[in-house]
């Protein structure tokens, strides 16, 4: 009797040991460095492969007890793909939680403003982490999308965009479609009355041009408003990005005279009346907003003044006088752009 009792407190203690042991294993860090560790988990991928890449990589020797904890409280179920950055002192209780919850790695790639859908396809394509799989601005998947348009040009919305790795840049553009459509909606619900737009698409042609065109955030209604005023009077628009736009490839940086003659070009609003026939960029919320609330006004004509913003006039005499102020005889610091903080 004596020496069954004596057993049975033999394997009490042993259990109380090993309880200990394991909680011990269990609540102790991981042998993660300070700068952390990454852990990438595939579609599908079983918790019994990412225990055994744990112990491989000599973060948690006891693999089994992952194992075993996971299974019994259903947690192998729950793994959630991505990537991970595991801190320096996670346990292996902690580490559970983590790639149950799903918060993985996010990286982020911007699209700005004013850009062309020739240069976001290229911004995508050598974003880090980012899968290429466009062929380009023309590729199928994109003319696809933007059916019945032939070109998907300022149909997508500049902002930045938060990704997972693993994801692609087609993932991405069709994002910035969905966002763009979701934007020019609601804009277009509240525009204002009267305006020279027989739908949405041509409000976002005037945005792009406003967007093209603007140097100082502030100025965007009244350049909107000498526009719209233009197309009510059936005079030509006479804009230098829809000509440098239908230039393509074959622009150099400086705009000719032979350009602005050339009626080939049907991008060219110093020979075509109305509108160009795409946008020519990827215009932000707020110039979607200015060609839809145009400011008030008389003035018919705008010229660089050389410091990013523009000099406005109502008459053709009053913007001739302009030019030849802040045009033919430009300062030495003149830019086109405003000069950044």
Sequence with gaps: MKKL???????VGCAV????TIQRQWTQPLNIPEGGYHLHIAAGESLGSIATRLRR???????WLLRV?????GADQQIKRGEYRVPAGTTARQLLLLLTSGKVINYQVTLPEGITLDMAVQILASADNLESVLSGPDDARILQLVAPYDTGEGLFFPDTYQ???GATDWQILQ???AAMQSVLAKEWAQRAAELPYRDDYEALVMASIVERETGLPEERGQIAGVFVRR?????RLQTDPTVIYGLGREFDGNLRRVHLRDESNPYNTYRHRGLPPTPIALPGRAAIHAALHPEDGKTLFFVARGDGGHYFSETLAEHERAVRKYQLQRREDYRSAPAKP
């Design 69 to 73: 904890y996971a299974r019994r409280t």
């Design 57 to 63: 990589d000599g973060v948690y020797m006891h693999d």
């Design 163 to 165: 990704f997972e790795r």
């Design 231 to 235: 197309l009510q009077r059936n005079m």
């Design 5 to 11: 009792l004596l057993a049975l407190l033999l394997l």
């Design 175 to 177: 994002r910035a479609y």
């Design 17 to 20: 040991i090993a309880a200990q």
